[in-house]
């Protein structure tokens, strides 16, 4: 069973960037797939970044297309969010997120298919 721990979050005001990192322990990383979501105050979870476990694929939601930039670091066991540009409506708490995988370049979208979470690190954007 792995264990995410994300550090990075806090205040900055639109335009401003944040890198977001997810620390995962007690288990195969390189077996996972990973991603990013966020969930706004009322709103459910929503997916942000997915990368596959061979780094080669990755995927963003539309919002966030040219803006944030995911990668992950086998040999610290690692995955991060690097978010630039940002807005208000990115403010939210952001989650990351394993996906155990066979195939080395899948990766989902979908929360559901995500077998372990981080507590989550909150994200707030300033005018």
């Known amino acids: 069973q792995v264990q995410l721990v994300e550090s990075g979050g806090g205040l900055v005001q639109a335009g401003g960037s944040l890198r977001l990192s997810c620390a995962a322990s007690?288990?195969?990383?390189?077996?996972?797939?990973m991603g990013w979501f966020r969930q706004a105050p009322g709103r459910g979870r929503e997916f942000v970044a997915a990368?596959?476990?061979?780094?080669?694929?990755?995927a963003y939601a539309d919002s966030v297309k040219g803006r944030f930039t995911i990668s992950r670091n086998s040999a610290e066991n690692t995955v991060s969010l690097q978010m630039n540009s940002l807005k208000l409506e990115d403010t939210a708490v952001y989650y990351c997120?394993?996906?155990?995988?066979?195939?080395?370049?899948?990766?989902?979208?979908?929360?559901?298919?995500?077998?372990?979470w981080g507590q989550g690190t909150q994200v707030t954007v300033s005018s």
């Open positions: 997120a394993a996906d155990i995988r066979f195939n080395e370049d899948a990766y989902s979208r979908s929360p559901t298919t995500y077998s372990y």
């Open positions: 007690g288990g195969t990383f390189s077996g996972y797939a």
């Open positions: 990368i596959s476990r061979s780094s080669r694929f990755t």
